[in-house]
């Protein structure tokens, strides 16, 4: 049996139990690996549960960036017996084992082509603290020193996380470090290290910051100029509100009077939540809530009256799996239709695609001036795998120079002047009528704002034409949309191919990945990828450039595909969805293979390909 | 030919209040109402209390949910901002919009079946959170627009227009907003002016969440059963072509009675309403007092109309949040964007 | 200026004040016309108000027995000053205006294009009734009898509509004939009668019913066995909970000891009454909802529920104008996407598409076997045209040798005989699964229904491969589905043709009018119309058969036509969208005209036909 | 190796009920809560309770929303059909399930999120139509499965482990089905299983509408503030990587003591509870006087506990509706459907 060597380019995974506090140790140990120069993205894949459950921390660590899930495990650290059949069983063969050796094991539970590295942590734990809590909470860190040691990385720099985890918590301070180097030196007296699978100081780390996207789209929201902000607590959105709060501590207090310049409420429910963004919308505030896929089907109807009566709103939904309940802790891209055409009737919403945190922050401030420049609902379409997972991304930028797009609210000033006021009337061709903000002047553009149909001038009307006139206008507005919205991402090849692919949202590193394999293997598929919905030109135009697109998404019904098709009348033969939808992120290797398969039929046959199924 | 006229608002005088408006400046559109729906008569008295409050029309927010009550709205205050939401979901948006600026009144209409069936969740919740406005519940125990069903208020055994009998016990609007920390609660019937102006004012001046819960006849689905001789030939029309084919005009019922005493109100189906007018010297401070006295007037067929609780000192939701003086839809962007310096010091913590 | 003349063809409008007595008198006309042997096409255009307000009741005459609305009108019945000017001007010229001339008119409020009809109505009423109410409510009758002579109808006729009518009510019977003949006397003495447009007995109507949509879907729901309706009122739809109320009066009472064999509850709002059926279905009774599209938008997180957790539900979608609360008294057909793909995460869901009261009294009894056959919400998708007008259609059908199919239910006989019961196992290869109902046995087959993953076996799972199983054997379901459900009906011409039209429910009249148009012109198009969705295969080949196939639908956005092409894979390209959505009922002039003007242009130039709109 | 036990529901005895089962055959599956989950001890008084009434397991339906309380019924009754439903909406599927099915007994398991916040509504009406049922919230005043927000229960002032300040006032359920017409009205703590046990019974033999308001300590989001001094390194710990990244396992929180008597019992979070358990004697037929009594006790900063207020002669919704006694999921074809020869009569009258 060949152990596995590689050096910055392996998958380590960490075996634990919810609340036991192994999720900061494996924080922590994914930190060292970045601190290193070297780039990591870590998963959590948790349980609908708090405590006792079995929970997961895979680490992939890969010095060319790649932050994609790559699957398969090259080094297991089984902490949890609930789940060592199956965790055992994962290992790639050559790959590492490791342990809590302080019980024997019984005969046969192990592997014979891997390595195992048994050490002691209860034993250790127990020898060097007393309270049952701190023993169970250092064990985790004796398990991260010793493996610091087989994967030949410095204490100092866990020393110096510690220090900035810690600062004015020296007691905690000091007993981490201690706990760090109980399992280093167990390392050091009593087993071979460093293993063939190591971590080596890089560069490819730069000036990117590590963190999720959730905090990020919060952020966003903070600089973006939002003021209010409604919602309900459901996994894996309820982090971006939180967020929110803590940066509003930070930023919005004001310093005088010490005075919230923020508002924030939980409500009772998402139907709760919308109508407040929805009144604070109408009121002339910038407001979002955040919420994820049952908490969209509530927010429904409310979704058609902002569309209708053209109210800003902002909503980020951190998707997870569906539908219903579904797989609450499992990432997907399932909600792409019933945010797209959320509510009855005819609807069409904006849509934003941020592929990682650094598009979470850039999509979530542009969704707050998209909606006051449209007054219509605009969704941040993220989902748990970039929401509640840190990755390494561009720094955030803010240019001090840009200013708020506030969109067409006419002034009192404008109003006095005898400007002609009509709520719902077009006057500047591109469907977007003007508005005016509650209390603005004594006598002039008071209007009254209804779901029902109504004329230019927002009176209530059943005419026909008042409808289709207004619907029409709708209709103008989603295509101007389309020339605000963020721009797609075009990865093009010196000549042009045959084939094209187009993908979005957390699919993107997997995809970058998977792009160049596929060139590696002499495969050249040009690539888009979309940041919003409805689509730029450049969409249709790069579609027409190529006799076959795959669309890549992570859901079972290629939604995204539905809307290429209907949206730019494409024919539906023209454009294979590869479609990976079982709760856990798409992976290069499987969009590789889904292409290149179809690649080898276009060739051996001239068959249209089809669908290709996860 | 055909011609129903129209319900026509209180004739304004054109004298002006302090802030320098005469009472029409307070009307809206011509209602489209039931000849004779006592929401037309709240409207009315919403335009004099405003009127008399020396509120500038365009600093009034409206809004309501959807139903005959919803509609109302419309039909005064034409100068300030209105909100016809969806139905039962008012108290949510009126919620959101009073965050985005405190400098505003906001008046909040509804109907029983808006506020006490779909809407009772978002009511209830819009009350806890203390939200500064005027809530007016108008209370006729059926959804009139779609035509006379039951709503949450009407009395357990009530018999609706097409005969179906009622048999959940009712929501007591009051004694929910009672319960759950409204700090200004009154009940008046559409019909009592001298009442509902004041306690409407007392509303919209109250630094809380205030609640008015105001009985307010349907003339066209409340007059079937045990109604006068007169009726009974259209009654019968209808049932014989079965639907409410022929609508009998209304008159808006009236009345006036003194602080303290007990008036019979004939209905326009021929019952009787039974009400209760608070003493002048009613100490309305103990919650659980006025929950105690309505009850036992209920068990004898009294409803008690007033200013049933008050906390003078009550204060909002921004008192809570702490918000700052300025709306937050009027703060400046460099009060709310931190800018790129502290972004760079955002980023080093990431790194 | 020469005087429509025409003969059981044509369209006489009555404008009225709402809540003034007309709707009954305008419905005696309606069936007069009807007893006569004529088909008779009645339209309720009624606004969102109770009493007071403008509302009209247009009345299409056709021996050919086109039920569509035909547009423009031969007769307008002018009761309504606020609506005067509009009135007047949608005469057709030679056409002909009937008024009360009690009031003299002022001058210039006439056309010289049209012929007018003086009747003192209220000098009449007044000279004959004390009672205000009484004096209103005959001039209603008057107008009628006044129309009968004109029009050359029967006295006896309406006379006998008035003794079934008023059975037991003889007071009412004797004025409403008296103030009948005051009608007709009056215009025997004062004016030229018949007209060269009248109605003329025939024998068109054979044994056709005269009954609305909303009634007759209710009787479906009486017959199918549903026992639990919950509801929330809202328009269009009201009036289904409320006539199976009257239906089960009758027919669902134990005869001998008085008790109920059904229940139905008023629920407090929309996701109540869904809750409440989602129960009674999981429970193994028949229920079912009706509600329209704000109901559907706040149904959407049960409706997610009832398709992933597989239960039995009916929801009879009346549609109406929508987004938002739209167009209340208005139709439309907007609603096939929010219920089609209704919830978050990957839903498809099955739609019944009856074109009259005939197909709405079956579907709806077939959408309860469905419901219980596919465990998984069925849709009955209406709209206000059918639903709320009364339509002459087929008589209702019922085969007493037909019996319920309660789908696959595993009995206490078969759990004790040890049958493996898995809940959401396929184990007939059809993707459905069996299920067993609470309380069904001791020990065995007791399951935990919920709305997250699971395995087979209902137990809680956060396994990808159990929840691809799961999802995967739900499209498998669908295609099932598309077997079982009512499959579509075909017009095909002798010869092939290049041309077809796909069109469905309230669409249908206007159709089948629209193609004998064309047919008389020399234009052939093949037709077919779809009952449901998910498509049958016939679908795809009839597509598949013609170069070009328009689809026919009532809303913005070409709905069933992303549906299409979509699920068969179609270039949409082949598929031009005829749209109609103003509110009214599309008409056969609007479909011939979209029609016969794509096909110049195709003859034209061989360019590929786009979107027609209205 | 790491392995933290979960709660075990009391060992059963293997003695036999009448009906033939033993304590085991009213258990479910094996529990995943946190370790001293007040919810875990409402499982075990729910089996104790339908083992004590001879209930037949499978005769019972479960149903629940969403949460960690929501999950419970998987851990108990594990012959029973349950229904894991939708947040907060239980209660309208409950109701249908019911009317489906009026041979089964319904139990109602909800947390105070479900219930009092986005449930609230549903909540209500549940207890107006009078639905059979025995619906117990299982209240921790926090959102336990969504790591710690408030729910509607939680005082007002109180501080949540992320520090924020609930501002709201606080729902009282009890309160509320009192208001609404529940006909069966209790309040418990999960530990106190000798008067838990018998209120479950009572509820669930009632008649009609049966709530238990049942105070159930989160482990895991209630011990912040004030806690311990043992616990504070773990807490500097969590506070430090910013997340509940250790919980402490907890120890199920029990207590006993007199009817008439009122007990201190310390919390998770180093709080006391003070509970005033009813006098034997005490007549609970009053809705208003009970209502008044708890108030009182309130301000003494007491809670009241045991069966507040009933109604013996409750009836339900199917007793309102007149249905037929044969379960409507049971009716033949023959009952259900008029048949060919009743619609030719019906056409006929079409025509
Ligand atoms: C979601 C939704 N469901 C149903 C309706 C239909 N609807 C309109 S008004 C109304 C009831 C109004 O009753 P109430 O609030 O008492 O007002 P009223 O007409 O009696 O003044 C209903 C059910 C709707 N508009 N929206
Ligand atoms: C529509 C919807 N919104 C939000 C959630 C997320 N969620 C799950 S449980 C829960 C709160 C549960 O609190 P509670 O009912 O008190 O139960 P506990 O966990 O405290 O026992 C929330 C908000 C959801 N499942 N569905
Ligand atoms: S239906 Fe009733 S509530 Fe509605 S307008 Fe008419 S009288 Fe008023
Ligand atoms: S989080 Fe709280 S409520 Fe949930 S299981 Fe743990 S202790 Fe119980
Ligand atoms: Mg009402
Ligand atoms: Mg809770």
């Known amino acids: 049996m060949k152990p596995i060597s590689a050096v910055n380019d392996f998958v380590i995974k960490f075996a634990n139990v919810n609340g036991s506090g192994s999720a900061s140790a494996n924080e922590l140990f994914a930190k060292a690996v970045m601190r290193m120069g070297v780039p990591v993205s870590p998963r959590n894949i948790f349980p609908s549960n708090i405590q006792g459950m079995p929970t997961w921390y895979e680490a992939r660590v890969c010095e060319q960036g790649y932050h994609g899930r790559r699957g398969g495990v090259d080094m297991m650290v089984a902490m949890n017996p609930q789940t060592w059949a199956q965790d055992l069983a994962e290992i790639e063969p050559g790959g590492y084992l490791f342990y809590d050796s302080t019980r024997a094991l019984p005969p046969g539970s192990l592997r014979d082509d891997i390595v195992v590295i048994p050490v002691p942590l209860t034993a250790i734990a127990n020898a060097n603290y007393i309270d049952p809590r701190q023993r169970q909470l250092f064990k985790n860190i004796i398990y991260v020193g010793a493996l610091s040691v087989l994967l030949d990385m410095q204490a100092e720099i866990f020393e110096k996380l510690f220090a900035e985890q810690y600062k004015g918590k020296e007691r905690l301070l000091d007993s981490n470090v201690q706990a760090l180097h109980l399992g280093r030196d167990y390392v050091r007296q009593h087993l071979p290290h460093p293993l063939g699978m190591r971590v080596q100081a890089s560069d490819k780390v730069g000036d990117q910051i590590f963190t999720d996207g959730n905090s990020a789209a919060a952020l966003g929201c903070l600089y973006g100029g939002a003021t209010v902000c409604a919602w309900y607590p459901i996994t894996p959105s309820s982090s971006v509100p939180e967020a929110f709060q803590k940066y509003c501590d930070k930023f919005r207090i004001d310093p005088d009077t010490g005075t919230h310049r923020y508002a924030i409420v939980q409500a009772e429910d998402e139907l709760a939540s919308i109508g407040m963004v929805v009144g604070a919308g109408w009121n002339g505030a910038r407001a979002f809530t955040a919420t994820s896929g049952p908490g969209i089907s509530l927010m429904q109807e409310f979704i058609g009256l902002a569309y209708f009566a053209e109210i800003p709103v902002t909503i980020i939904n951190v998707q997870r799996g569906g539908p219903s309940t579904g797989m609450p802790t499992r990432t997907q891209q399932s909600d792409i239709l019933s945010c797209a055409h959320a509510s009855h009737g005819d609807t069409k919403h904006v849509l934003l695609l941020p592929q990682d945190p650094h598009e979470c922050f850039e999509h979530a401030a542009a969704a707050l001036d998209l909606a006051d420049r449209l007054q219509t609902p605009i969704f941040l379409m993220t989902d748990l795998d970039i929401g509640m997972n840190q990755r390494l991304s561009k720094p955030f930028t803010w240019d001090d120079s840009r200013s708020y797009d506030r969109g067409k609210v006419m002034t009192a000033e404008e109003l006095e002047a005898g400007k002609d006021f009509g709520r719902y009337k077009d006057v500047d061709g591109d469907g977007i009528p003007w508005r005016t903000l509650p209390g603005t002047h004594p006598t002039k553009g008071s209007f009254f704002t209804r779901g029902t149909t109504r004329n230019p001038y927002a009176q209530y009307s059943e005419r026909g034409p008042d409808y289709i006139y207004n619907m029409e206008r709708l209709l103008k507005k989603f295509k101007t949309a389309a020339t605000l919205v963020p721009q797609p991402v075009l990865r093009l090849c010196d000549e042009p191919t045959r084939f094209g692919v187009i993908y979005y949202g957390s699919t993107a590193p997997a995809m970058r990945e998977a792009l160049d394999v596929l060139d590696a293997e002499g495969l050249q598929v040009e690539a888009l990828r979309l940041r919003a919905f409805p689509f730029p030109q450049v969409v249709a135009d790069f579609i027409g450039a190529h006799d076959k697109v795959f669309v890549v998404e992570q859901n079972r019904d290629a939604q995204m595909r539905s809307l290429l098709v209907n949206e730019l009348e494409i024919d539906p033969a023209r454009l294979p969805a590869v479609l990976h939808y079982d709760g856990t992120p798409i992976t290069a290797r499987f969009i590789a293979a889904a292409i290149r398969q179809a690649l080898a039929e276009a060739d051996a046959l001239a068959a249209p390909a089809d669908k290709v199924s996860a | ?351």
Not at chain 2, 218 to 241: L, M, P, W
Not at chain 2, 308 to 336: G, K, V
Request: with cysteine; hydrophobic share 35%.
């Open chain 2, 1 to 351: 030919m055909t011609f129903i006229t129209k319900p026509k608002l209180h004739h304004p005088t054109l004298q002006k209040n302090t802030v320098g408006y005469t009472r029409r400046d307070y009307e809206g559109r011509i209602s489209t109402l039931c000849a004779g729906c006592g929401h037309d008569s709240i409207s009315a008295a919403i335009i004099q209390a405003c009127w008399e409050l020396d509120i500038e029309p365009h600093r009034v927010a409206k809004l309501s949910g959807i139903g005959c009550s919803s509609k109302t709205p419309d039909y005064f205050l034409g100068a300030s901002h209105g909100f016809n939401t969806v139905h039962g979901r008012m108290p949510s948006v009126l919620t959101g919009a009073n965050l985005a600026n405190r400098s505003l009144l906001y008046l909040g209409v509804s109907g029983d079946g808006d506020s006490a069936s779909i809407g009772l969740g978002q009511f209830a919740n819009a009350m806890r959170r203390g939200v500064r406005m005027a809530y007016i519940v108008e209370n006729n125990g059926v959804y009139g627009l779609t035509k006379g069903q039951f709503s949450a208020t009407a009395d357990r055994g009530s018999k609706s227009k097409k005969g179906v009998v009622n048999s959940d016990s009712p929501v007591d609007l009051v004694g929910l907003a009672l319960q759950l920390g409204a700090t200004f609660v009154g009940r008046s019937f559409s019909g009592d002016k001298a009442q509902l102006v004041p306690l409407i004012k007392g509303a919209m001046a109250h630094g809380g969440a205030a609640f008015i819960d105001v009985i307010s006849p349907c003339v066209t689905f409340n007059n079937h059963g045990g109604s006068t001789k007169s009726y009974d030939y259209i009654r019968q029309h209808n049932e014989a072509v079965s639907r409410i084919d022929f609508i009998t005009p209304g008159k808006e019922i009236t009345t006036d009675y003194e602080a303290g005493s007990v008036i019979d109100v004939p209905q326009h189906d021929g019952t009787v309403l039974r009400l209760r007018k608070l003493h002048a010297d009613y100490d309305p401070t103990d919650r659980y007092a006025v929950l105690a006295y309505m009850n036992q007037a209920a068990k004898h067929g009294e409803i008690v109309t007033g200013l049933l609780y008050l906390d003078p000192l009550a204060t909002d939701l921004h008192t809570a949040f702490n918000t700052c003086a300025t709306p937050l839809n009027a703060l400046a962007e460099a009060q709310l964007c931190p800018g790129a310096a502290a972004l760079a010091r955002i980023n080093a913590t990431l790194r």
